[in-house]
């Protein structure tokens, strides 16, 4: 069965620092993989995602996520953190026939110290 | 990006009542809608798959008579949670979508006393 593991739950960076979050995940096939972030109160948006080519994919407000097959990992970065990064962080993969049935990670709280 | 909506936004009932939440889609048609359940501190568990026009598809260990979704429309999916209890206080989410990208409703929070 497909699983995702965010290994940290909460993580503190400080405002400019760099950020990555750990995502791995088990799936058979090739693996759709997204990002998706949630702030209190607010729906989930999607940051990136993967289906296939570059395995460097770039997403909004600065994210970008690397597959590594080798590692059946899809971590988040982000060179400079900004304050409005404060949230948490859900790593998924796309599974069921059609890709679309998404399992999700734990999620990764992030805050950013000033 | 789509929009998903869902109404209410958050709801307190009594425990043995039933409680509608509504998910729309609102600028594209989705023959298919997801419904996730969010515990506190807890990531997104997919309930059920909806499908419009047809009956819903349950993820294991989910009462669909508990549970019951409807998908009348291209556009709208609603999920009751029946005769409540204070164990189905929760955060639920609905998407629709693409095979490629889902976007998510903000959520109804359901407190049952």
């Known amino acids: 069965a497909q699983s995702v593991t965010q290994p940290d739950i909460h993580i503190t960076v400080s405002e400019g620092a760099s950020l990555e979050l750990r995502c791995n995940y088990s799936?058979?096939?090739?693996?759709?993989l997204f990002w998706y972030v949630q702030s209190p109160g607010q729906g989930l948006q999607l940051l990136l995602k993967?289906?296939?080519?570059?395995?460097l994919v770039q997403g909004i407000k600065g994210f970008e996520a690397e597959f590594k097959r080798s590692q059946s990992s899809f971590n988040l970065r982000k060179p400079s953190v900004h304050w409005s990064d404060a949230a948490e962080y859900f790593c998924?993969?796309?599974?069921?026939?059609?890709?679309?049935?998404?399992?999700f990670g734990a999620g990764t709280i992030l805050r950013v110290k000033s | 990006g789509a929009v998903v909506s869902q109404h209410p936004s958050w709801v307190i009932c009594k425990s043995g009542t039933s409680v509608k939440i509504e998910c729309r889609s609102l600028?594209?048609?989705?023959?298919?809608m997801f419904w996730y359940r969010q515990f506190p501190k807890q990531s997104l568990m997919l309930m059920a798959t909806?499908?419009?026009?047809?009956?819903?598809?349950?993820e294991q260990g989910v009462e669909k008579d508990k549970f019951l979704i409807n998908h009348a429309s291209l556009t709208l999916s609603t999920l009751t949670v029946t005769s409540a209890h204070p164990e189905d206080s929760s955060f639920y989410i609905c998407?629709?979508?693409?095979?490629?990208?889902?976007?998510f409703g903000p959520g109804t929070r359901l407190t049952v006393l």
């Open positions: 998407s629709a979508g693409t095979s490629y990208e889902q976007f």
């Open positions: 799936y058979g096939a090739t693996p759709y």
């Open positions: 993967y289906f296939s080519g570059d395995t």
């Open positions: 998924a993969v796309g599974a069921g026939e059609y890709g679309n049935k998404l399992v």
């Open positions: 600028d594209f048609q989705a023959t298919t």
């Open positions: 909806s499908n419009e026009g047809s009956k819903a598809t349950y």
